[in-house]
């Protein structure tokens, strides 16, 4: 894969919005539109006030797309396509938070239309991540390939048993539609994911091990792949290499922030793939759990101050091209909206209530 609490009071907040969760820009008087422009990028997003959240902890700018309200109905086309397959299981809260949807945040200055599948897409793979999460090993391994070959349409391959990967079958098709020649990197970090997700059995022993792992384990590659799909943004093999370090150290931002917010849930699953930074810190360093916590949101921003150094060098290194002057800022806007919407969506945060 290509360049992949302790309660102190006795309230609790309680965000709620309309059924429909959108409509941003009247409800919430922190949205505002920016006055500066990205680079020679027609901006289709509002800025957001990050300082507004204090559990927020992102040095870098966050921005929701303008069409956000549109956008997240593929997040919902998803989940009924899902819950019509598979009826019964508890669903956690996925994209959806109450200052938008999650790609709209991620994704904010791409073509409405891209961002739009974009969000259908990882919104199935979210939804079968928590189904596969209650199935052991072997189970999920046969479920991963039968997904792999749906994805690759190879139809044929697939296992008639495992009726998942049916809600897979299109959207190699629908993504070659939109921009043939963007789709079969974003297909290719797709099935990469699937492969890796799963792929390690033995806690590691080190947070400076967990974290080279985590860069692929929690996605980066297929939203790194989706960020450029959506602008139809392509870095060839050149500009790749080029930027091969900045990416990294941008998957390890996004990889631990994940790991700093899921945490407040995933501390009291059950599962036998806990992929989480915190108890190896725990382990490793002999923290109480607070203390690993705040260890881990340390390493976090010392990750994103070097991401924004490796950031400047690579426009140094281009001499400042206009694509990477745009590949630099739609990254420092995938980051800071991914760590936005993770420390106030209620996936992360049960007790706000939509």
Known sequence: MSQNSE?????????????????????LPKLKS?????????????????????????????????????????????????ENLLPNPDYR???????????????????????????????????YDDVIEDLPYTGAMETHASVRDTLAGNSSKASRKIQVAVLFKDFGQRLAQLDEEGAPRVIDALKSYISTYDSNE?????IEEFIEFRIFNVGFGIMESFMQWSLGLYLDEH???????????????????NDLYSWNVERTEK???????????????????????IYL?????????????????????????????????????MLGGNSFWSSTCPRYNPELEL
């Open 202 to 206: 033995t806690p590691f022993a080190t």
């Open 93 to 127: 809260s996925h994209s959806m938070g109450p200052y938008g949807n999650f790609f709209s945040f991620c994704w904010p200055e791409g073509k409405k239309e891209r961002v739009r599948l974009g969000t259908e897409i990882i919104e199935t793979l979210w939804l």
């Open 239 to 257: 500009e790749q290499e080029m930027s091969r370090e900045y990416y990294l150290s941008s998957g390890r931002v996004m990889g631990m922030t």
């Open 7 to 27: 309660k102190s009071s006795k309230f609790c907040l309680r965000i709620r919005l309309p059924k429909s969760f959108g409509r941003l820009s009247s409800f």
């Open 297 to 333: 949101r340390g390493l976090i921003v010392y990750h994103e101050q070097e991401t924004r150094r490796l950031g400047q060098e690579l426009l140094e290194k281009s001499r400042n091209s206009p694509k990477m002057q745009i590949y630099v800022y739609i990254m420092g806007l």
């Open 34 to 82: 920016s006055s500066s422009q990205s680079p020679k990028l027609p901006s289709s997003s509002i800025r957001i006030d990050t300082a507004s959240t204090p559990r927020c902890i992102t040095t870098f700018p966050a921005r929701v797309h303008r069409d956000e309200l549109w956008i997240s109905k593929g997040a919902i086309i998803a989940r009924k396509k899902f």
């Open 271 to 293: 599962s036998d793939r806990n992929w989480n930074a915190v108890p190896i810190i725990m382990r490793q360093h002999d923290f109480s759990e607070l203390k690993a916590t």
